[in-house]
């Protein structure tokens, strides 16, 4: 069954580092997110992307947030310079009749 | 934005008892989705209702969607411990953009 897969499971970096989550959708699907979740907190939307572009973002998708499909297979989240408040799972989900999500990365920000 | 709320938040069972998770919203959805997750893993999706009125089943899971596409239930008859883990709704919106709960924890003691 195809899934979709996110690298690097833990990632530690220290504060005001940039570091570049990765996430490869299932093949057919078109539509790509990622979202956001706090220990213990909701599900939060960042950003969607289709057709190479963002279609939506939350306001949480800051200047400091950058999303790309670089070589038609990852979809990655790049943060540019890591503040504290950015210690979450990362989740990258993809949609097609459904939305499916990734395992996830669980960032820490020292 | 469109919320959708969660409830209860926390629920602790027997095992055997039967349970029912409320999503309500004030707004509509082109469809919901409702997910279970486990502890630093990514949300594994249960079903997608897309139908005013629309039940759907799965073993012991039973989920109905609202006639008006604002609400939607889970019910879980002869709960086990294995159910245990937290359970989100979302809801699809506007441009495919999902807007998520803040999810029911829920414990089944053996």
């Known amino acids: 069954e195809p899934e979709v897969t996110q690298t690097p499971s833990h990632q530690v970096t220290q504060m005001g580092q940039e570091v570049i989550l990765r996430c490869v959708p299932i093949s057919n699907h078109l539509y790509f997110y990622w979202y956001r979740q706090i220990l213990g907190q909701k599900v939060e939307f960042l950003v969607s992307f289709y057709n190479n572009e963002i279609s939506e973002k939350s306001e949480i998708f800051d200047d400091q947030f950058s999303v790309e499909r670089p070589d038609g297979s990852n979809f990655t989240l790049k943060i540019r310079s890591t503040k504290l408040e950015d210690s979450a799972m990362y989740f990258c989900?993809?949609?097609?009749?459904?939305?499916?999500f990734g395992p996830g990365t669980r960032l820490t920000v020292l | 934005t469109q919320l959708l709320e969660q409830s209860p938040q926390f629920l602790s069972i027997q095992e055997g008892e039967n349970l029912t998770v409320y999503c309500n919203s004030s707004s509509v959805f082109s469809s919901l989705q409702w997910y279970r997750q486990e502890p630093g893993e990514g949300p594994v999706l249960l079903v997608t209702?897309?139908?005013?009125?629309e039940v759907k089943k799965l073993k012991r899971l039973t989920f109905q969607f609202g006639d008006a596409r604002k609400d939607s239930s889970l019910h879980i008859t002869a709960a086990q411990p294995g159910d245990t883990g937290l359970y989100l709704c979302a809801g699809e919106g506007n441009f495919n953009k999902f807007y998520f709960g803040s999810g029911t924890k829920l414990n089944v003691k053996p």
């Open positions: 989900a993809t949609y097609g009749l459904a939305q499916f």
């Open positions: 209702v897309v139908t005013g009125g």
